[in-house]
């Protein structure tokens, strides 16, 4: 089905530990982001991607790593995880380069570090 | 710096009654686009409607509305005849003309809708 989909849906992780957050679309979209939603703080913008091979920080990119070889995956990598890491990390795609595009967004990752 | 602020961090309404969640905003922009999500309890963040600052005319999206007020840099959302479906965390967001091909929004921390039946 198109769309866009993140694995896993849970992770449970330790303190120290990498872990790699998927995220996969099939409309073939030319921008990517990976946002982190945590209470009180609505979303924000950890790292996009405007094309294969091209990535830039956004708010909050400290502690994460991403990568696009491909532009129908996004992988984001939390490269020592901390438990202020903890929170919901959503994965976003959009289709043409302007800014009234609507993002169209995964079902999210619940990733807690321990 | 732009902000995007929701006062209200819940809301109840009787189910087909209608309820208006607020959001206010900060920008120097004098072009830009604003945002309503839904957020259910799938997590899933959907697209409610969304407004160009250029058009006067309020955005309409079925039962969704918006009152759009840019001198006074308000942009609520109305929902008539409430349903179940609609309970939700809604969330407003800000998106400015791209700069340095930073294509940001700028989200507020949401207000939580609870539809009694």
């Known amino acids: 089905d198109a769309g866009i989909t993140q694995s896993p849906r849970y992770k449970i992780t330790e303190t120290g530990r990498q872990v790699t957050l998927m995220c996969h679309q099939t409309?073939?979209?030319?921008?990517m982001f990976w946002y982190r939603q945590d209470l009180g703080h609505g979303l924000r913008l950890i790292y996009y991607?405007?094309?294969?091979?091209?990535?830039d920080k956004g708010e909050v990119p400290d502690g994460y790593v991403v990568s696009r070889s491909k532009t129908e995956n996004f992988p984001l990598t939390l490269e020592s995880a901390t438990r202020s890491q903890t929170s919901v990390y959503f994965c976003?795609?959009?289709?043409?380069?302007?800014?009234?595009?609507?993002?169209?967004f995964g079902n999210g990752t619940r990733l807690t570090v321990t | 710096a732009q902000t995007v602020t929701q006062s209200q961090p819940e809301m109840s309404v009787q189910e087909a009654e209608t309820v208006t969640l607020s959001c206010t905003y900060d920008?120097?922009?004098?072009?830009?686009?604003l945002f309503w999500y839904k957020q259910p309890p799938s997590r899933q963040m959907i697209l409610v409607i969304r407004?160009?600052?250029?058009k006067q005319q309020n955005a309409t999206e079925n039962r969704f509305s918006v009152n759009f007020q840019k001198a006074a840099k308000s942009f609520s959302l109305k929902i008539s005849d409430s349903q179940l479906g609609d309970a939700a965390m809604y969330f407003c967001a800000l998106r400015n003309p791209p700069m340095d091909s930073n294509y940001q929004l700028i989200w507020g921390a949401g207000t939580k809708l609870i539809i009694k039946p």
């Open positions: 920008t120097s922009e004098s072009d830009y686009y």
């Open positions: 991607s405007a094309a294969a091979d091209i990535t």
């Open positions: 976003a795609s959009s289709v043409v380069d302007s800014y009234n595009s609507p993002l169209h």
């Open positions: 409309w073939s979209h030319s921008y």
């Open positions: 407004q160009e600052a250029y």
